[in-house]
């Protein structure tokens, strides 16, 4: 198991990644990294995701491809041209506008294939726990709602038969009243006992100390430096030193008061993760595939990674040591299937 | 251990008490059964005894209740959860976290118990319940009754002295509900724990519980009614609707009655049987097949086959009880039937027409399907107003097959016809579903598991309206668990496995099967006896005879 702050670290880090480049060369090995690494380490029991990155693939690239085509209209290679009094529309449709939509689409695709195995390879529990302490009934929120998910959309599914049965057909918007209401009422009634539930459990009943007025003081004063500190930075160039001083000064104060509301929550963890070797190596493994996107290193071209179709479509470059670099995401891939023949 | 005084309790915005006037006393260790029909209060008791009423209910209280000492009331339902474990009908509705282990230990992380106590806390449930092996399972790949054992662990992670459940295997299917029960008696034998338990069939309770407590149903004067409380036998003499194998025993007057078919035998075993029924011939059951057919029909989902050439008929008139253990196919197929899933093979008709190709809201014209869950039909403002959306839904709303009105009084719901139907209790929620799919005078009729959660009377009242179908030809064919459901109206059983039929053939095949045998054919084997009604009738002579 790879903790769950080292998969959140994956998943930005693919973010990152997707976000700082526009080689499609990249994006396509960054598809194929995150889609062997949701093979091998999401398991078959693992929590579903509600739309897979394929079938996000196939609406996402075609539909950016086609929105950058009909509305930006730059590029060499004209492939017609729609009449110039079409609002928006109108004028040249290239073949590099629909290549840079495409990519854009590629580029969504890799950060929602990055999310997806994020989601599906953390428990909720973990979920919970990447929240901090002060935020704990948040967390708890993120978990039922998470488990909701799955629970509403059978619900869903159900109704929509049982109306269906009934000689209801969708036709248009009106026609969902049957299957809304249902669900919204089906909805409340698994809130309210849930709810019940959950107070029959005890939840609550060990509440955290009431937060002193001083706390919340502090909160509202580290607020205030820190936006006074912003909108100083911004507005008045010779308080530049000193309104950053006040920012990390508001940041420290909130920090502080987070911590101190997080140690007054009282709850405790059945499972802590043992931070090992393999969360180790996951960790370096993006600090790579972050120091290739994001530092001048020496030997590589980091003109590949801005690559553009405009004005005329070339073949994208590909640097193979940035391409080693982005292989670094692959860690939690091969760290799993090792760990899997050591059993 | 716990002591209603006087308790009466009235929900908000109700002229009437959900609970009157109610006193009782249960000791420590007792395996409690609570009994009634839907509406008597049940579940309120149960909520009485952890203080979620009226914490979460609001509402006026009067009288007393007091649990081990603990005063629920003053006290409220969390500090009560480490005295009184909770545990809903609905296990999944119960869940916060989404794997076994995780979701025990959730109230105890929230609880503050410290990790070193949890983890003995943790393994302990673990174990109580045989959930060990599933420890690490995400709880949506369990079945029913493993899911049941999760929230009974979970309810059971503070150490409570007493565990309350309301109807914990109502949703489940017999051999899920047998597993939840044997855990349940092993809780109250081995470590003394009280339980107290609502369930609607007695039957599989009755044989363990020291206690009964029979609520009967709402007074309609409003005044006030006696909670029955003591020995189950006891209360059993004193109750309308008992199981079959009681029944048999207050009417014939055994003593003490009998709780299991072994007690029964050894008055059976005394009683001259006179008058066996005769077995159906082969040839008496190859009736006129013509109403609906199926022939071969396959299904698979995934490259899994669901359905392996099934094949089918339902006479005019004639209701067909389809069998099997949870996955054998039954919903499938029923859902192929209706349209909702399309069958890779085979053909189905209904009066020679084929319904394959047809569209699920054209198929639904002529065949009625209630699935599991009724509410899922249920949106209008008003009863009344659910029968005339589906006519609407039909273009038949000029011109109905049966008058609205006339269909609510068969259904019993005529008084009710401006109620919200979710309002109502289950038996009637289910009827206002039974009358959205019937209103449009189907010619068959798909019954999915109709008698979850109905008490005896709600069942009573679907087997009538069934009947009177059937004798306007409607044919109907059920998916049920209910081994006694079957024996009180089947006219014929097919017993699916796997997604094959194994067995078709007259209700008396049951007998011969210690799954599906009824109360009735396991006490009289060989007789061809199913209900309290073929057994009196074959024992009257002799009774006859003996005055």
Redesign the interface.
């Given at each position: 198991m790879i903790d769950a702050r080292v998969w959140l670290l994956w998943a930005l880090t693919t973010l990152v990644a997707a976000s700082s480049t526009r080689n499609p060369l990249y994006a396509v090995l960054l598809l194929l990294v995150t889609t062997v690494v949701g093979i091998v380490c999401a398991p078959d029991q693992g929590r579903q995701v509600p739309l897979s990155p394929l079938r996000f693939a196939a609406m996402a690239v075609p539909l950016a491809a086609l929105f950058n085509g009909l509305t930006a209209h730059l590029g060499h290679t004209v492939l017609f041209r729609l009449p110039d009094w079409l609002p928006l529309l109108g004028g040249l449709v290239t073949l590099e506008a629909l290549v840079f939509g495409a990519t854009n689409g590629l580029m969504l695709t890799v950060i929602f294939g990055g999310f997806a195995v994020f989601n599906q390879v953390t428990p909720v529990r973990d979920l919970v726990k990447l929240t901090p302490r002060a935020f704990h009934e948040t967390g708890v929120v993120l978990s039922i709602a998470l488990t909701f998910i799955p629970q509403t959309v059978r619900s869903l599914n159900r109704i929509r038969e049982a109306q269906a049965v009934r000689g209801h057909r969708v036709r248009g918007l009106r026609d969902w009243l049957p299957i809304v209401v249902p669900l919204l009422v089906s909805g409340l009634e698994r809130s309210m006992g849930l709810a019940e539930a959950m107070v029959a459990r005890g939840y609550g009943a060990v509440s955290g100390r009431a937060q002193p007025l001083r706390t919340q003081g502090l909160l509202v004063v580290g607020l205030l430096a820190l936006l006074g500190g912003w909108l100083a930075f911004l507005f008045l160039p010779s308080w530049k030193g000193s309104a950053v001083g006040m920012m990390i000064v508001g940041a420290v104060i909130i920090v502080g008061v987070v911590w101190l509301a997080g140690r007054a929550v009282s709850h405790t963890a059945y499972r802590r993760h043992r931070w090992t070797a393999r969360d180790t190596l996951a960790v370096l493994g993006c600090g790579l595939t972050l120091a290739v996107i994001l530092l001048p290193l020496p030997l590589m071209d980091r003109g590949t990674l801005y690559y553009s179709p405009y004005p005329r479509l070339t073949l994208p470059i590909f640097d193979p040591l940035i391409g080693l670099g982005l292989l670094g995401l692959l860690v939690p891939a091969v760290i799993t299937t090792g760990g899997r023949d050591e059993r | 251990m716990i002591h209603f005084d006087h308790l009466t309790y009235t929900y908000p915005d109700s002229s009437q008490p959900a609970l009157a006037d109610v006193t009782l006393h249960i000791a420590e260790g007792e395996f409690v059964l609570v009994a009634g029909p839907s509406g008597a209060g049940k579940s309120t008791l149960l909520r009485c005894l952890?203080g979620?009423v009226p914490?979460?209910t609001g509402g006026t209280l009067s009288g007393s209740v007091a649990v081990a000492g603990h005063d629920p009331v003053a006290e409220g339902?969390?500090?009560l959860?480490?005295l009184?474990g909770?545990v809903?009908q609905?296990p999944?509705?119960?869940?916060?976290?989404?794997?076994v282990?995780?979701e025990i230990?959730?109230?105890?992380?929230?609880?503050?118990?410290?990790?070193t106590e949890?983890?003995v806390r943790?393994e302990e449930v673990l174990n109580l319940l045989d959930l060990a092996p599933l420890r690490d399972?995400?709880l949506?790949?369990l079945s029913g009754g493993e899911k049941q054992r999760v929230a009974i662990a979970?309810?059971l992670a503070?150490r409570p002295r007493i565990l309350v459940l309301d109807e914990p295997t109502s949703q489940l299917d017999p051999q899920s509900a047998e597993d939840v029960l044997r855990a349940l008696v092993r809780l109250n034998c081995d470590r003394g724990l009280t339980i107290v338990l609502v369930e609607h069939r007695l039957e599989r309770i009755l044989p363990h519980a020291d206690h009964l407590i029979y609520l009967p149903p709402p007074p309609i004067g409003g005044d006030s009614r006696g909670v029955l409380s003591g020995l189950p036998r006891h209360v059993l003499h004193q109750m309308n609707l008992t199981p079959p194998l009681v029944t048999l025993g207050k009417e014939l007057g055994w003593k003490p009655l009998p709780f299991t078919v072994k007690e029964g035998h050894r008055f059976a075993a005394k009683s001259q049987i006179l008058n066996p029924k005769p077995q159906v011939s082969e040839k008496q059951s190859v009736i006129r097949y013509s109403l609906f057919v199926i022939r071969n029909l396959h299904f698979a989902y995934d490259q899994e086959d669901i359905l392996r050439g099934i094949n089918l008929e339902v006479a005019p008139g004639e209701l067909v009880a389809l069998m099997g253990r949870n996955g054998s196919g039954k919903t499938t197929l029923l859902?192929c039937i209706?349209g909702?899933l399309r069958p890779q093979q085979g053909e189905i008709t209904l009066e020679s027409e084929s319904l394959i190709k047809q569209e699920?809201?054209s198929i639904?014209?002529s065949v009625g399907?209630l699935?599991q869950?009724p509410?899922?039909?249920?949106?209008a403002d008003t009863v009344a107003e659910e029968l005339v959306?589906?006519l609407r839904?039909?273009g038949l709303l000029d011109s109905p097959p049966i008058a609205p009105a006339d269909l609510l009084a068969r259904l019993g719901l005529s008084s009710l016809a401006a109620s919200y139907p979710?309002d109502l209790s289950v038996g009637q929620r289910q009827r206002v579903a039974l009358g959205?799919?019937t209103v449009?005078r189907p010619r068959l009729l798909l019954l999915d598991e109709p008698t979850r959660g109905l008490d005896y009377f709600a069942k009573r009242e679907l087997v009538r309206l069934l009947r009177e179908w059937q004798a306007e030809g409607v044919g109907v064919l059920l998916v049920t668990h209910d081994v006694e459901l079957v024996a009180q109206a089947a006219d014929r059983v097919v017993l699916l496995s796997q997604g094959e039929v194994f067995a078709d053939g007259s209700p008396e095949m049951l007998t011969a099967s210690p799954l599906f045998a009824p109360q009735v054919a396991r006490l009289f084997p060989g007789t061809g006896w199913l209900t309290v009604e073929d057994a009196l009738a074959g024992l009257n002579v002799e009774v006859e005879d003996a005055n």
């Open positions: - | 952890n979620l914490h979460f339902p969390q500090v959860s480490r009184v909770f809903f609905d999944e509705a119960q869940f916060v976290l989404d794997r282990e995780d230990a959730f109230a105890l992380e929230n609880g503050a118990i410290p990790p949890m983890r943790i399972r995400p949506e790949t979970a309810a503070f859902k209706v909702l699920t809201a639904c014209q399907y699935p869950e509410d899922d039909l249920l949106f959306v589906t839904n039909h979710r959205a799919v449009t």
